[in-house]
């Protein structure tokens, strides 16, 4: 142990002489120009070949090269000095370490970080928490609350966003449980007997009070998989063994921005670039949890320091949300975003666009920590969004899907076009859970109001919901849906949500990446005055039978919508 520490020492100050010396040539024999800095990156083994240096909070950087020294020009920014820092795979980021232009002696030291993860972690509350350091919870330097800064920062922004509400989320908790709004339970699930098969469950009982399905109705003395997406703080260690309904502190905080920035790497399947089917969630996610007296934060910048952090390049690549964005149960795809991706042209790396990209896109803040934090100003560009917007946003929906609607007479009729293309969606419209689904509602008018009779076309299925259309209930009018089915295969309830049953894939005419639907409808047209054509293409987080069992109150949301009027017929 002496040896080396006596050697190293000695190794670096000769590789910081070979960059001072040599009349400060450059590689290529040319002098240092008083617009570049030199300089070594070195551990506790001497040079850290390929290692970035960077001049903090910029675009400028250079890498360590094979003669063992790294050139850095700076000849594009303004008067230094110059704080430089350091980052290569396996290491924390280094510095800063303040230079001048012109400097040939610049020393960077990099430290190695952790290569087993610690299920002893204790996981930081993102929110304030009472404690000190650290413990006292991500918002307390990443969060402008008390402070006069003019946008968000991302512990801001992560309470806005489904994640933090995994855990809580009503509609997850009433199918987990079985119940609805208000906490009244359906039945357990009954069951008949088939001396072929064995114990087979039956369909609820409609006759009696019935609150919808649940996977504590059918599995009552199991946790599942749910926590491996919903409450992974808590499963992490326990994929199987938890249930969601149980958790408290950190884990009940949904997905932790601790949880994130601890993900290492994720496995994939090689051959399917897929996660492997039986490995949901945490399972598919390789952790970096520090001992104690540690700490570990990947993140998608390399030049955060001092501290212990590190650049993770997955943190800025679509695969990071595959294990949460993907699931298959009893052999049926039932969530697939991911390869939904995979399989689009968004994921040619280089004309395509990532999970990240349109989900978690710069809003314009130059911050992501208060600034009394150590908060450094940055280019807006590289300061990423935590608001991550998804199914229940408004914004993102009416920005997902184009719709032309071209309507006209022809013999007496009125004939209506519609046209639907997924052309700002980089997976399936809907996507994820099989309950989201499109209504499409056409109708024609005459000049009193009163509806045009229908005479072709699609028609809305039962499932858009039997009853008043004041109410939401639009089957059998004018116009389609679109959706993934699912059918119980024992039950033969469908459309489904309990696919933690074995279920069957009745259809599926969702809208993929780039992919058009066009549909026809055809009305009786009045003998005289003008018509009006309404198009409307709605957003339904759940089937409509389901969202009254379970007493959920979830509006439509209004995707694309045109009025069109055709004059009297001449």
């Not at 400097?103 to 996981?123: C, F, R």
């Not at 208000?182 to 098969?197: E, V």
């Not at 639907?517 to 003998?527: E, H, I, M, Q, V």
């Amino acid at each position: 142990m002496l040896q080396i520490r006596l050697v190293f020492p000695l190794c670096a100050l000769l590789f910081v002489f070979a960059c001072e010396s040599r009349d400060a040539l450059l590689p290529g024999g040319d002098a240092l120009s008083h617009t570049d800095i030199r300089g070594v990156v070195t551990d506790g083994d001497g040079p850290v070949f390929g290692a970035v240096v960077r001049v903090q909070t910029t675009t400028h950087y250079a890498t360590m090269a094979d003669d063992g020294c790294f050139v850095l020009s700076v000849a594009e920014l303004a008067e230094g000095p110059f704080n430089l820092t350091a980052w290569a795979p396996g290491y924390f980021c280094t510095g800063p370490v303040e230079a001048t232009a012109g400097q040939s002696n610049v020393e960077l030291h990099l430290h190695a970080h952790g290569t087993e993860d610690n299920p002893d972690y204790a996981w930081l509350p993102s929110q304030y928490h009472q404690g000190e350091g650290e413990d006292q919870g991500c918002a307390q330097c990443h969060s402008r609350e008390g402070t006069t800064i003019p946008f968000t920062l991302p512990a801001d922004e992560w309470l806005l966003d489904a994640h933090s509400q995994s855990a809580t989320n009503p509609r997850f908790l009433t199918m987990y449980e079985g119940t609805d709004a208000d906490g009244n339970q359906s039945p357990l699930t009954r069951y008949g007997y088939n001396r072929d098969y064995g114990r087979f469950p039956l369909p609820p009982d409609l006759t009696k009070p019935y609150y919808g399905p649940g996977y504590k109705l059918d599995f009552p003395n199991t946790a599942g998989n749910c926590a491996a997406c919903h409450t992974p703080a808590a499963a992490l260690d326990t994929p199987y063994g938890v249930d969601p309904t149980s958790v408290t502190g950190v884990a009940a905080e949904g997905v932790p921005c601790d949880f994130c920035h601890k993900v290492w790497d994720v496995r994939l399947d090689p051959e399917t670039r897929m996660p492997y089917e039986n490995m949901p969630g945490v399972l598919s996610y390789e952790f970096r949890r520090p001992h104690e007296g540690h700490q570990f934060f990947a993140g998608p910048l390399d030049d955060v320091a001092p501290g212990e952090d590190t650049y993770s390049p997955v943190q800025t690549e679509s695969q990071f949300c595959a294990p949460c964005h993907f699931g298959v149960f009893w052999d049926v795809l039932v969530y697939n975003s991911f390869g939904e991706w995979l399989e689009s042209p968004y994921s040619d790396p280089e004309t395509g666009q990532t999970c990240q990209d349109c989900h978690m896109p710069p809003l314009g803040g130059t911050l992501f920590a208060r600034p009394e934090e150590g908060g450094l100003e940055r280019a807006a560009e590289t300061i990423f969004s935590h608001r991550m917007p998804g199914a229940a946003d408004e914004d993102l929906l009416q920005n997902a899907v184009t719709m032309t609607v071209t309507a006209q007479r022809e013999r007496g009729t009125i004939v209506v076009e519609v046209r639907i293309t997924n052309n700002q969606t980089g997976h399936h419209v809907p996507t994820d859970s099989p309950l989201r689904h499109l209504i499409l509602l056409v109708g024609a008018a005459d000049a009193e109001g009163d509806s045009l009779e229908q005479l072709e076309g699609d028609t809305v299925p039962q499932w858009g919901g039997v009853g008043d259309p004041s109410e939401g209930c639009y089957a059998g009018l004018p116009g389609k849906a679109f959706a993934k089915v699912l059918e119980e295969i024992w039950t033969e309830v469908s459309p489904t949500g309990a696919y933690w049953n074995p279920t069957r894939v009745l259809s599926d005419n969702r809208l993929a990446a780039f992919a058009t639907d066009t549909s026809t409808y055809t009305f009786d047209a009045p003998g005289e005055g003008e018509v009006s054509v309404e198009v409307t293409l709605l957003f339904r987080r759940a089937f409509y039978d389901l969202m009254r069992q379970k007493s959920w109150d979830v509006p439509d949301i209004v995707m694309e919508h045109t009025r069109e009027i055709l004059p009297p017929q001449s």
